[in-house]
């Protein structure tokens, strides 16, 4: 399943551009989301939000800065870290002066490898399981490397799912998820999944969590969800 990989939307009018840097990502295991004007943009972030959006900022239409405002104006969307592209050094001045609220800014002609490294530099923070970090809370650690799970430095047998379950919970401890939220993180907005199967799944993940013991870290939350701590 894809949804381990995250989610990159690349917006960029041209074509050679953003075939290179679409190739990149997805070489470098990302699922990549193209869009060639602000329009589009808007339109597929409604869709599904990615993990990240690389936006170019001349674009017919709308323009990245346009889009890059209107996403940090919403608390839906404004999480979602923004790299901005750029063809000259000045311009780029002038966007940060702006104050789109992008969260990084590239000028073009651009180095692929140091942008790679920017797009995972905002991952790290936003979503570190995506990019093979290892999460901790309290006795609890998720390699997302290996895609080992430890309690009590005891390894823990765990499914896919409940992996990926688990690695949602521990990138924001005491957030309470609802079962559409976990839905879409989880298995995606694509497959239709009844919300009484998360239920399921976290009944797994919690008899794993405890599989030697120790206390049920997982909270159910009335009419809201779920938690972790
Ligand atoms: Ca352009």
Redesign the pocket.
């Given at each position: 399943m894809s949804v381990d990989r995250p989610r990159v939307l690349v917006v960029?009018?041209?074509a050679p551009?953003r075939e290179v840097l679409s190739y990149n990502l997805e070489a470098e295991g990302f699922e990549v989301v193209k869009a060639v004007t602000g329009d589009d943009a808007l339109l597929l972030v409604e869709e599904g939000l990615p993990d990240i959006i690389v936006l170019?900022?001349?674009?017919?239409g709308v323009s990245?800065i346009e889009v890059c405002r209107q996403l940090k104006s919403r608390t839906d969307t404004r999480n979602v870290p923004i790299i901005m592209?750029s063809?000259r050094a000045e311009e780029i001045d002038k966007v940060r002066g702006l104050e789109t609220g992008a969260d990084d800014y590239v000028v073009k002609p651009y180095s692929v490898v140091e942008l790679m490294a920017r797009v995972r530099t905002q991952l790290r923070r936003t979503r570190p399981s995506t990019v093979g970090m290892r999460l901790e809370y309290e006795d609890i650690v998720l390699d997302a490397e290996t895609h080992k799970v430890y309690r009590n430095d005891k390894p823990l047998k765990l499914g896919p799912t409940e992996f990926r379950l688990l690695s949602t919970f521990m990138e924001k401890p005491g957030r309470v998820w609802s079962r559409e939220q976990l839905l879409d993180r989880v298995w995606g907005r694509d497959i239709y999944v009844d919300t009484r199967t998360v239920d399921v799944h976290i009944g797994r993940l919690r008899k794993a969590l405890c599989q030697h013991g120790g206390g049920d870290p997982v909270r159910t939350v009335r009419g809201a969800g779920y938690a972790l701590g």
């Open positions: 960029e009018d041209e551009q170019d900022w001349m674009l017919p990245g592209l063809a």
